[in-house]
């Protein structure tokens, strides 16, 4: 939903009714992820996607449908379907979507939802998408760290169980289908209910006002990460240097790191990308990183530099007294071997081994491998 909230709003805030579907669950290789949407807006306008053009037109006429009628449906599209081949989902993947009418009528709440997102303050919106009782059906509850949940669900019973979860999901920034029994049975099945958890982007933190880290913090935006360049120089360590990054830091690397763990700031959705290749930056910088707690670690840290640099990088951190499997951590050099030459090049071998640690993946060609393109979460 993020990627159409904008659109969203502007409708929404004119007092416009909306057909927003949504991909809840997905198998194989479907083309996109959970939380997917789209919009059919009230002039007919197609905005977003849930299949990357494989069921589009499909999920437009349904939610016209929905806009007209008010029932909210949950709807599977696969090759399982006897007309697969006709809405267009040719490529082995199945998606369960659900279509439902936003107002201002039906979601008063949203506005709220709205301004948590861009404001990057977590929050998680929990709907039914399926239940024995049909009057369940499309029941929301806003979820938000520290403070009473908005709306409800059907039961006590089953608020505080999703309530519970979605607080989970949303700790991480997970979107998730979520099965209970009709009353919220943590045992049983029956209701599902689809969670999207909203929480601030995950941050990649670059060190080294270097020409690469502005490639790299150009490509981290694009992932759509929060980008910070810090670099304890500050007559290279400027903005206008680095128009990619969402802010730039002038500190020791080190310390920096040191002041934003205790804030809270960072989790196992960052991303550490060391570029200076100078001891006097990197070795204090690893000693905090990859000493760190693993609910606190960075989920990737890695560092840049020649076959030397690492070796000579090695040496001083286990003189520093990291052990084997703390120094093991590090992914060093860093990036995949795409035979990159330019900052631009480089920065995309580094992003690809970010996305290949945080999905799986095995960085080769998929032309030269088996089995399913898209790997488990």
Request: proline share 6%.
């Amino acid at each position: 939903m993020r990627d159409v909230l904008s659109e969203l709003m502007t409708w929404w805030e004119a007092g416009e009714t909306i057909g927003v579907g949504t991909v809840v669950a997905t198998f194989r290789s479907a083309p996109r992820p959970a939380g997917a949407s789209m919009l059919v807006g009230p002039d007919d306008t197609a905005v977003g996607s849930v299949s990357g053009g494989c069921v589009e037109g499909a999920v437009y006429e349904l939610a016209q449908g929905v806009v007209a009628s008010g029932e909210p449906v949950l709807e599977r599209y696969g090759v399982s379907d006897d007309d697969a081949f006709a809405v267009g989902l040719t490529c082995g993947g199945i998606l369960d979507v659900f279509v439902e009418q936003v107002s201002r009528t039906t979601f008063p709440e949203l506005g709220e939802v709205a301004a948590d997102i861009e404001a990057g303050r977590p929050v998680a919106l929990a709907t039914v998408i399926q239940h024995p009782d049909p009057a369940w059906v499309g029941r929301r509850m806003v979820v938000r760290p520290d403070v009473p949940a908005e709306g409800g669900l059907g039961s006590p019973r089953a608020d505080a169980a999703v309530h519970d979860d979605a607080l989970g999901l949303l700790a991480v920034g997970t979107n998730a289908t979520l099965t209970y029994g009709p009353d919220g049975e943590r045992r049983g099945e029956g209701m599902r209910v689809f969670v999207w958890g909203f929480a601030p982007k995950p941050r990649m933190l670059v060190f080294g006002a270097i020409d690469f880290a502005a490639a790299v913090a150009k490509v981290g935006s694009f992932l759509g990460y929060h980008v910070t360049v810090c670099d304890a120089r500050p007559v290279f360590a400027t903005t206008s240097r680095f128009p990619g990054a969402d802010e730039v830091v002038v500190d020791w690397p080190h310390r920096y790191l040191g002041a934003e763990l205790e804030a809270g700031r960072i989790d196992r959705r960052t991303v550490l990308a060391l570029l200076t290749h100078d001891p006097k930056f990197d070795v204090p910088l690893l000693e905090v990183a990859l000493r760190l707690p693993d609910d606190v670690r960075p989920g990737f840290i890695g560092a840049m530099g020649s076959r030397r640099t690492h070796e000579e990088r090695m040496g001083r951190l286990a003189e520093a007294g990291l052990g084997a499997d703390e120094i093991a951590l590090l992914s060093s050099p860093i990036g995949l071997d795409l035979g990159a030459r330019t900052p631009e090049e480089t920065a995309v071998s580094i992003a690809a081994e970010i996305v290949a640690r945080q999905w799986g993946g095995s960085g080769e060609r998929l032309a030269s491998t088996e089995g399913r393109i898209h790997h488990d979460d």
